[in-house]
Nanobody
């Protein structure tokens, strides 16, 4: 069973940066596409960025050019570098496989002040 633990969130001013990290237990990590998702208050969870096991990436239009997803299969980690943050990026951020196969972790709160 895979468990996912996210970290790195916090409070930042608009225009600032944060780097999120996700550590996955289990031996299937390197065979899965992985993604970062977010859920803002009152909204559905949405996919922000994805990375295939090959390393190819895809991003939601509203984060293109600002966010960068990466992975380290040996360390079973997936990261999300977030630059030029906006107040509308405020949400709880989660990682999971892409498509989603595992239970959700607790996520990490990102709050961007204007």
């Amino acid at each position: 069973q895979v468990q996912l633990v996210e970290s790195g969130g916090g409070l930042v001013q608009a225009g600032g940066s944060l780097r999120l990290s996700c550590v996955a237990s289990g031996s299937l990590f390197s065979f899965n596409g992985m993604g970062w998702y977010r859920q803002a208050p009152g909204k559905q969870r949405e996919l922000v960025a994805g990375i295939a096991r090959s390393g190819s990436t895809n991003y939601a239009d509203y984060v293109k050019g600002r966010f960068t997803i990466s992975r380290d299969n040996a360390k079973k980690t997936v990261s999300l570098q977030m630059n030029s943050l906006k107040p509308e990026d405020t949400a709880v951020y989660y990682c999971n496989s892409l498509p989603v196969r595992y239970g959700w972790g607790q996520g990490t709160q990102v709050t961007v002040s204007s």
